[in-house]
């Protein structure tokens, strides 16, 4: 059975809009309309309002084909609408997302070409997506497209400029003064932006652009004008890329929402990516063997001694007394030097031999491997038939999944690689994690078994540096709006906790999206860390997200997760200052609560102070101080 259950028939209109005048589409509610003409000149813009208010001013739109910018001197045919109301299972913020938007095709004819093509376009009550379907038989050359935003002069941008694994620091700045070069120890560049960007207004509510559905095409970059309008661009395919048979697009989005519950809550992004295939998934998301869980790692704190053969079952050991479901088994255990080939083992026997015993603790084998050629921890997965090798020898060993590491590109071929992975990994009944990996887009409706992927600066970071307080507070309403997260949350070593707190970083476990989470620390710390029962015990899936009074995006992020009839507050202070922080318990039903509380207990920022038993009902009012760089944690579980 299909995941997606629809509520509603498909109702269809057409009918022949006047060329002069465009089209204009309205979201389901009413709220929001977006508009698609030419201007003056002949050139297709668009422009998005909620009510009177101009959210994005008119911005180009188009695709070049063949060196043809099919976006100039056209004119607009028929309009077809349809609509869509659905709901479906979820894993993430939520357990179900709703699927309720208008679709729009537009025609639209190149007259110096006679080109024949179509905008598609959704418009969503929180959201606008747009893209392009060019018909044609033979192989095409995509050029780039028009695809802009013309952002609000007076708004806030955050952004981060790393596009090759998507791990920079988000940072802020009005749309017209983000620098249009930046200069590294290589040289000057030309600055791009890596989606998502969040886009604060001054009006209140907050833009989000990225695009969705990316698969066969070029990733999206997004080049800044130094005028506040931003430019669709294909940065690791600067002289374009082919494509045979028809041109699709992937989906070009503006979430527009009026506050930060509904940002993080927007199912547009993988509601834009097509449903799963139910021969893979026959339960959508909720497919059995999808297992998602909390996994220990071997490399973070042991470096590459984490990969010696002889720690492994121990790990396994850790992760049971953990209760975690899964272990990480990372980079090197396929090296001559230091991995299970540096005593003359064999690697497949003792990858089964592994298995077993996590079968016997209750533990599933994930295990790592570099995507390139040319590493001294093993061969590449460039070619398929190795993919296909390394994926029947884990089934066949009984390994739960596979983390793909060191991608760094989002050129179309690389595009291409993920998507053959995934479905490769389904056919063998194993989920996949991706690092050194681009941003998410909403593919893991699709490919449910994408447990989780990087592309953001997380905490591998804290071994050898720090993370800004600000980039803590920025991630849960940019980069993690827009898919799930492989964090590493939950340092607890004093080594570790260079501008942050044990609370902070316990927070961050509950703020961070993944449903496979990886403790990074070393297994005897947090045995023995006053969060056990709570690491123990943590979901890492979810039925409900409120984001909490007091949320400011690079400065606090203030979370109540809840899994069955369990609430989980995470609190985390984004800033150098301490901060004062309280928000009712509106989010709880009528039952009483009993709650664990967990605060800082300056000045020592391993310190934390803990209460039990402490009694909360709807209403109260929960308090918290927040040291610099410091958290809150609440566990709150009804009262027998």
């Not at 949320?551 to 979370?559: D, N, P, T, Y």
Request: charged share 25%.
């Amino acid at each position: 059975m299909r995941s997606q259950i629809p509520i509603s028939a498909v109702v269809v209109a057409l009918w022949i809009i006047s060329p002069a005048l465009g089209a204009e589409f309205v979201s389901p509610g009413g709220g929001l309309s977006a508009r698609i003409e030419p201007d003056p000149e002949g050139r297709l813009v668009w422009s998005l309002r909620r009510g009177e208010a101009i959210l994005i001013e008119p911005s180009r739109l188009g695709i070049s084909v063949n060196g043809t910018d099919l976006g100039v001197g056209v004119t607009l045919g028929g309009v077809s609408i349809r609509e869509i109301d659905e709901r479906y299972a979820w894993r993430g913020v939520k357990a179900q997302a709703t699927n309720r938007c208008r679709v729009h095709a537009l025609a639209v004819r190149h007259g110096v070409s006679g080109v024949e093509w179509q905008i598609e376009a959704r418009l969503f009550d929180d959201g606008f997506a747009c893209r392009y379907r060019v018909p044609g038989h033979g192989v095409r050359t995509v050029n780039g497209e028009a695809s802009s935003w013309t952002l609000p002069e007076d708004s806030e941008v955050w952004y981060q400029t790393n596009t090759g694994d998507y791990e920079g620091v988000y940072q802020r700045r009005r749309p017209a003064l983000i620098p249009l070069e930046e200069r590294t120890a290589r040289g000057t560049n030309a600055v791009h932006l890596g989606p998502p960007i969040t886009v604060e207004l001054a009006r209140g509510g907050c833009l989000l652009v990225t695009e969705a559905n990316l698969f066969g095409y070029s990733g999206m970059t997004l080049r800044p004008s130094g005028t506040g309008r931003i430019q669709a661009a294909f940065e690791d395919d600067p002289g374009g890329f082919e494509i045979e048979g028809e041109i699709l697009s992937p989906w070009r989005v503006t979430v527009a929402v009026p506050d930060l519950q509904s940002l993080v809550n927007t199912d547009v992004i993988h509601n834009l990516c097509e449903p799963p295939d139910p021969r893979l998934f026959p339960d959508g998301a909720k497919t059995k063997w999808i297992e998602p869980g909390r996994a220990l790692i071997t490399w973070c704190v042991f470096g590459n001694d984490g990969a010696q053969w002889h720690l492994q079952k121990w790990f396994v050991d850790q992760c049971a007394a953990l209760r975690c479901e899964h272990l990480l088994v990372d980079a090197g255990w396929q090296s001559e030097r230091w991995g299970w080939l540096a005593d003359g083992g064999d690697l497949w026997a003792r990858l089964q031999e592994l298995c077993e015993y996590g079968a016997r603790k209750g533990v599933g084998i994930v295990l790592w491997h570099a995507f390139p050629e040319g590493r001294d921890d093993g061969p590449g997965l460039t070619r398929p038939e190795a993919r296909r090798e390394l994926f029947g020898r884990c089934r066949e060993a009984g390994v739960k999944g596979v983390k793909i590491d060191f991608f760094n590109s989002e050129r179309k071929e690389i595009v291409e690689a993920y998507e053959d992975l995934t479905r490769l990994a389904a056919e063998h009944r194993l989920t996949i994690n991706f690092h050194g990996a681009n941003k998410p887009t909403g593919e893991v409706r699709t490919w449910p078994n994408e447990i989780t992927r990087e592309g953001i600066r997380e905490q591998e970071y804290v071994l050898w540096d720090k993370l800004p307080l600000e980039h803590y507070a920025a991630l849960p309403f940019t980069r993690m709006v827009v898919g799930h997260s492989d964090f590493l949350p939950t340092y607890v070593r004093a080594k570790y906790l260079k501008n942050t707190t044990a609370a902070l970083q316990m927070a961050t476990a509950i703020i961070a999206t993944s449903s496979f989470l990886c403790w990074p620390d070393h297994p005897d710390d947090y045995l023995a860390s006053p969060f056990l029962g709570l690491i123990q015990a943590l979901p890492v899936v979810w039925d409900e997200t409120i984001v909490l009074p007091g949320s400011r995006i690079g400065r606090l992020a203030a979370f109540a997760r809840r899994a069955g009839d369990a609430w989980y507050l995470g609190v985390l202070n984004g800033t150098d200052q301490r901060v004062e922080w309280e928000a009712p318990a509106d989010f709880l039903g009528a039952s009483e609560f009993l709650a664990t509380l967990y605060r800082d207990a300056a000045p020592d920022p391993t310190g934390v102070a803990v209460v039990t038993g402490h009694p909360v009902r709807r209403g109260d009012v929960l308090r918290a101080e927040l040291a610099p760089g410091g958290g809150f944690v609440a566990w709150l579980r009804p009262k027998p």
